[in-house]
Structures are given as C-alpha cells and as structure tokens.
C-alpha cells in the first residue's frame, strides 16, 4: 500500500467520528506504528480456531461448544476440552 494512500484512509478513519483529543492523539499515534508480522504477534488464533469461533458465532443457541469443536475440525474425543480450553477467559 503506498504511503500517500495510507495516510488518506488514516485520514478518513479519524474524520468520521468526534474524538476527544486525548483519544484522537492516541489513535494517531497507534496508526503510525509498524505492524509485527503475524507469526511475531502474541494472542492471534489459528485458522482452526477461528473456524471454532466462526462456527459458535453463525449457529447461535442451535449448537453446543463441542458441536462448534468438531465442525471447525477438532477430535470428537477432546472436542469437550478443546472448546472448555478455547473459551475459557483465564486461559
């Protein structure tokens, strides 16, 4: 993407709604810092688990958390865990 290109929808994001100019400076400064390759970030999920997620999310109350697990590709035997582990805030 070029630099001028960025820094017009750098623009067009901070123009679209009212900020603070507390908030404003620091989402500037956010949107000016270079982006880690995704295998250098911390916390991503897999493809799998986003499948999991995507599964959850898209049949609402129809399934449970192992019926996502085993959609998005998990084994049936540890689909139980899995989606315990995958949806526990503490981990």
């Known amino acids: 993407m070029s630099k001028n290109r960025e820094g017009k929808q750098r623009r067009n994001i901070l123009n679209t ?9 620091k989402l500037e400064q956010r949107l000016s810092e270079p982006v880690a390759p995704l295998k250098d970030q911390k916390n991503i999920v ?24 085993i959609r998005a590709g998990y084994p ?9 582990l995958l949806t526990n805030p503490k981990r």
């Open 46 to 69: 897999s493809a799998q688990q986003w499948t999991f997620i995507q599964e959850l999310i898209s049949n609402d109350g129809h399934i449970t958390l192992t019926e996502a697990a």
């Open 17 to 25: 709604s009212p900020l603070r100019p507390s908030t404003r400076m």
């Open 76 to 84: 049936k035997e540890s689909a139980s865990a899995t989606a315990s």
